[in-house]
């Protein structure tokens, strides 16, 4: 008995100091090879996986863990089984923690300790344990990109947090649910986790839950551009976590309001929030080491407001922080992102040689990090000094080493600026040719951007919608209980009333009063209803007009009942059609089809309204449009030009994606000519803008006589044209009932201007630096 008693209180000591001094690690050892019973040398590893070297605390809680499985095998008591079952957990949460700190943790073994944790947990009931581990077991259903499961995980942890009463818990798993929605661009979602987050923590009265419900409130406030509503929850949150004292929760706040007001543009607001920032992590130890991040962002803020004196002085004050921190995690990388920051601002200031210098230790440090994006970006700087150094021999080994790097990382952006630059060092070098090439490129992926963007303008606007559906919804129920509020109150002051009359004459007045109030109100209410359907229905008819008419057309016949037909000197007129169409739409069920043509129409009045080109029309699978009009313009001819081969590249993007799948695609032919036009409105029942004459024929003989992928116009649109497109002469082509008719294909944007430029040397370049930002 009094070998046991001295047995625990060496494994009590050693648990409660978890320090690693060898006499106390001696005790164990000799206490754990006297030991006979599996109980008690369960609880002496257990200690021992919390002192000595690091590969026997790993061992120890191994065999704990080997050892409760032993145990539980023997043990169907129940009562006797909860404290094997309490101890098998902690010999997991032990090994986790090790595994971790020694990087030696990987989503296998998260997932196998994870389920058995689970069913350690649902064993003894824990359902706090429980929902902890389903959150974990969320994540690693989200790493493997299975978003259902993630879900379905987050719930069944919900669940758990509620019947355990677990109020932080339940906050958090909504905070993370709205991180999850936000990912993938569901505003909406994310705005609706949030606020039942919110409603949670104020209904308990959690402080601090409340406080980081609103801080991602406003983050998600400023990222939908809504700058009024996110600065509103930063100030919520920010004098809760002053209260709280929760200095941890207070300099993320201030740091994401310092980036918000840097997001505006608001530069004195940034640096004094970001002062704030600084002050608060000096003052506490357990922040003073973020605070060489926060200097970082200190200089990339002068360094956008050109105060280089400033942005240098807080860039070696970040440098200087960061090379006293040699062993914390990332911080050889975060000393290369200042190096260049450095590098960029002596760009700026044109010291080319202190740029490179800086641009070369940054590139050594991520290179020796195997950070090829970064080292890229290091290399990027080099060869932009070197090319104003006229080194350009230099400029082109570095220049073509980061696109080689950038091409591997698959983010157009980068790599089309990196042959933006490819191309004027090759230019200044005198290869002409490759200067093209690089140039060509460069603009081929600028065109993929664009279409990106197009493709992903109508889920934007989708997620738009949705939000201010969320929003209103939101408020109609704000108002909906305020109205009941009201109510109530008014209910309640009735009823004062009525129990304060003594005399049945006060009553029946009381009583004749109140009638009057209610027939009053409700007649108040009817007008004011009637009032908001009268506005609702102007502004939807409002907008019908617009979608129907130019705006000018519209406010024309709102003021005078009518419009008068206007002649337009020149306009150009752009008519597509899908090649084959007849042949296509029989292999497509009617539902396919009108999808299929919904979507190429909604991305060219999409690209078309890019460059103030009005739609008139579609028949069937032909679209029509014309620049120029109803406002007359000189650009007219360019602009469509520019929307066409912008339609051309979304509709060989359309087919290839389509035929890489097996379904059906359609190609396109697209004619365009430039002249003379009358337009106006048809008709008195159902309005129509319309143009007519020769130039609307023309326009369609150009689209009739063109090629699939072609972009086809007429020998008056070329002469408009011709010194900014480069554009093929087809000859003169016979086209119905307009006899011979010169024809051109347009190839694309004329590059002699632009390669002029680059051969000069006189193209600047916006290229994205070590941190992030775009060098001007």
């Not at 079952?85 to 989503?107: C, F, H, W």
């Not at 689970?118 to 790493?143: F, N, S, V």
């Not at 032909?622 to 520019?642: E, F, H, I, Q």
Request: hydrophobic content about 40%; glycine content about 6%; overall charge positive.
């Amino acid at each position: 008995m009094k070998k046991m008693f001295l047995l625990l209180t060496v494994f009590v000591f050693a648990s409660l100091t978890s320090l690693c001094q060898d006499p106390v690690v001696q005790l164990l050892k000799t206490a754990l090879q006297k030991a006979k019973e599996d109980t008690t040398r369960l609880r002496l590893h257990l200690a021992l996986a919390r002192a000595g070297k690091e590969q026997e605390k790993l061992f120890h809680s191994e065999t704990a863990i080997q050892l409760t499985n032993k145990l539980l095998k023997r043990t169907t008591d129940k009562n006797k089984r909860r404290p094997i079952v309490l101890q098998e957990i902690q010999a997991y949460q032990r090994l986790d923690s090790l595994l971790t700190e020694n990087g030696k943790m990987n989503p296998d073994l998260t997932l196998n300790h994870t389920q058995r944790l689970l069913e350690l947990h649902t064993e003894i009931a824990d359902k706090k344990g429980m929902a902890e581990q389903q959150w974990r077991l969320a994540y690693y259903k989200l790493y493997k990109n299975d978003t259902t499961s993630f879900l379905s995980y987050m719930q069944l942890s919900l669940v758990n947090d509620r019947q355990a009463k677990d109020t932080a818990g339940i906050v958090s798993t909504y905070r993370d649910l709205a991180s999850f929605y936000l990912s993938i661009g569901n505003f909406p979602k994310a705005l609706g986790a949030l606020q039942t987050g919110l409603a949670t923590a104020k209904k308990m009265n959690y402080k601090k839950g409340m406080a980081w419900c609103h801080l991602q409130l406003a983050d998600i406030y400023r990222d939908n551009k809504e700058a009024t509503q996110a600065l509103q929850n930063y100030q919520t949150a920010l004098p809760i976590l002053y209260a709280l004292k929760d200095t941890a929760s207070l300099y993320n706040g201030l740091a994401a309001l310092g980036g918000f007001y840097y997001k505006q543009n608001n530069i004195p607001k940034t640096i004094e929030t970001y002062h704030k920032v600084i002050a608060l992590g000096e003052a506490k130890k357990d922040l003073k080491q973020r605070v060489p991040g926060v200097y970082k962002w200190m200089g990339q803020v002068y360094k956008d407001a050109k105060d280089y004196t400033q942005s240098v002085h807080y860039y070696e004050k970040s440098l200087e922080g960061y090379k006293k921190q040699k062993n914390l995690p990332n911080t050889r990388l975060s000393i290369a992102y200042v190096l260049g920051g450095l590098g960029e601002v002596y760009q700026a200031k044109r010291d080319f040689a202190k740029a490179t210098d800086y641009y070369l230790q940054a590139a050594k440090i991520v290179a020796e990090l195997k950070d090829e994006y970064g080292l890229a970006s290091a290399y990027w700087g080099v060869a932009r000094a070197r090319l104003q150094q006229k080194n350009h021999a230099s400029a082109k080994q570095y220049s073509h080493q980061a696109l080689q790097l950038l091409r591997k990382q698959y983010a157009l952006e980068p790599i089309s600026q990196a042959e933006r630059l490819a191309s004027q060092v090759d230019s200044a070098s005198g290869n002409g040719l490759e200067a093209l090439q690089h140039y060509q490129e460069y603009v081929r992926l600028t065109n993929q951007l664009r279409g990106d963007e197009i493709r992903k303008a109508a889920q934007v606007e989708k997620f738009d919608a949705e939000f201010a559906q969320q929003k209103a919804l939101a408020k109609a129920e704000q108002e909906k209980r305020e109205a009941v509020t009201k109510a109530q109150l008014q209910e309640e002051q009735t009823k004062r009333y009525a129990l304060y009359g003594g005399l049945g004459l006060l009553t029946i007045f009381a009583g004749f009063m109140f009638n009057r109030f209610r027939v009053t109100q409700r007649q108040k209410r009817i007008i004011e209803k009637q009032k908001a359907i009268v506005e609702t229905e102007k502004r939807r008819s409002d907008d019908l007009l617009l979608n129907i008419l130019p705006a000018e057309v519209a406010e024309e016949l709102k003021e005078k009942g009518h419009t008068e037909a206007k002649l337009f000197e020149q306009v150009t007129v752009m008519f597509t059609d899908f090649k084959g169409f007849t042949q296509t739409a029989e292999k497509l069920s009617p539902k396919e089809l009108v999808a299929e043509i919904d979507t190429c129409f909604s991305a060219f009045d999409h690209i078309i309204s890019q460059y103030n080109i009005e739609k008139i029309k579609t028949i069937g699978d032909s679209y029509m449009c014309v620049g120029g009009l109803p406002v007359a313009n000189r650009t007219n001819a360019m602009d469509v030009l520019k929307a066409a081969l912008e339609i051309q590249y979304y509709m060989q993007q359309q087919f290839e994606e389509r035929t890489k799948e097996g379904k059906e695609a359609f190609e396109i032919r697209i004619g365009i000519h430039t002249g003379p036009v009358v337009a106006g409105i048809v008709g008195v029942k159902k309005f129509a803008y319309d143009v007519w004459g020769d130039t609307v024929n023309i326009a369609s003989r150009m689209e009739s006589s063109g090629e699939a992928g072609h972009v086809n116009i007429s020998g008056e649109t070329y002469e408009v044209v011709k010194d900014a497109f480069v554009c093929l002469y087809r000859g003169k082509i016979l086209a119905k009932n307009k006899g011979e008719v010169d024809m051109y294909f347009v190839e694309g944007i004329s590059l002699d201007k632009t390669t002029h430029l680059i051969a000069d040397g006189l193209t600047k370049v916006g290229l994205t630096g070590m941190n992030g930002t775009k060098q001007v």
